[in-house]
């Protein structure tokens, strides 16, 4: 198994990149909107990678952080999503986003990426959903959210979800509620109204 790969970024590919390791060069499936953030070519770069196997190959993908190859391992565990699948909703959203899709039961975000359907967008969240919660977020740790959002367990409070659904009845979908409510601070988290207004201010 190769954990990652650490080099020169030698070329940026349609799907993919090249890492010149010790004079080596090894073509890496990446997430588009990771080939966009890399530095230019001739830079080092480090990159998390996961090889895959099949009879009649062997691809590497590779994740700017270890976060998002576990999060690409758990979507390819998903019966019906393959790696070039995986790497088409990484490529559309952000990890953060997908998880809070997730979380927040949202399939149609989900179903944007191109090649994944309704369907199996629901699946995602029928087969993750009890592996990805908000404790897997970024930011889930700060004082805020642990007060407004989330107890200490990760669990979305009571108060948070009755101001995501009054979020989701004006219109707004799942995950921009989820999002604007762990955005409210805890000072505007005493109660249900207070909640609501500061997480309107939050939403986008």
Excluded: W
């Amino acid at each position: 198994m190769i954990a990652f790969i650490e080099g020169e970024l030698a070329e940026k590919c349609p799907d993919g990149i090249v890492v010149d390791c010790g004079g080596v060069g090894y073509y890496i499936g990446v997430p588009v909107s990771l080939i966009g953030a890399l530095p230019q070519v001739g830079s080092r770069v480090k990159i998390h990678t996961y090889l895959h196997v099949r009879e009649d190959a062997m691809q590497l993908y590779g994740f700017a952080s270890k976060k998002d190859l576990e999060l690409f391992k758990l979507l390819i565990n998903v019966s019906g999503i393959g790696p070039k699948g995986a790497l088409s909703i990484l490529g559309s959203m952000t990890p953060e986003q997908l998880r809070m899709a997730i979380v927040a039961n949202d399939a149609k975000i989900i179903a944007k990426s191109p090649g994944i359907g309704a369907k199996t967008a629901q699946k995602i969240i029928l087969e993750l959903s009890d592996k990805v919660n908000i404790e897997d977020m970024i930011g889930v740790s700060d004082s805020s959210m642990n007060s407004a959002g989330a107890g200490s367990n990760g669990a979305i409070s009571d108060v948070a979800k009755d101001v995501m659904q009054a979020l989701t009845s004006l219109g707004y979908s799942n995950s921009q509620a989820l999002a604007a409510v762990r955005a409210v601070s805890e000072e505007d988290s005493k109660d249900e109204s207070t909640m609501l207004k500061a997480a309107l201010r939050n939403i986008r």
